[in-house]
Nanobody
Framework: QVQLVESGGGLVQAGGSLRLSCAASGRTFNIASMGWFRQAPGEEREFVARVSWGDYDTYHADSVKGRFTISRDKSKSTVTLQMNSLKPEDTAVYYC????????????WGQGTQVTVSS
């Protein structure tokens, strides 16, 4: 089992930046990839970005490409989402997630952190 704790959310004006961090603990040796998802009020949870734990392969959703950057530090078992040029439509609860070896889906989730972008 992997436990995840997010930090770094908050309120920012449109055009501003925020940096989200996620610390993993527990069976971190079993992590295959980590990612970020978000859920706006009344909406379904959507994928934002993910990074492979081994080869650092990254993938970002089209809606955030060029503005958000995911990175990871294996030595600290952390993953970071740098968010620049934020828009009001980026407002959501952001969740960190981990996929363990052998799992086809993300199977560990953090509690979420609120990001609010004012216009």
């Amino acid at each position: 089992q992997v436990q995840l704790v997010e930090s770094g959310g908050g309120l920012v004006q449109a055009g501003g930046s925020l940096r989200l961090s996620c610390a993993a603990s527990g069976r971190t040796f079993n992590i295959a990839s980590m990612g970020w998802f978000r859920q706006a009020p009344g909406e379904e949870r959507e994928f934002v970005a993910r990074v492979s734990w081994g080869d650092y392969d990254t993938y970002h959703a089209d809606s955030v490409k060029g503005r958000f950057t995911i990175s990871r530090d294996k030595s600290k078992s952390t993953v970071t989402l740098q968010m620049n040029s934020l828009k009001p439509e980026d407002t959501a609860v952001y969740y960190c997630a981990a996929r363990t070896v052998g799992s086809g889906t993300f199977n560990s989730w953090g509690q979420g952190t609120q990001v609010t972008v004012s216009s």
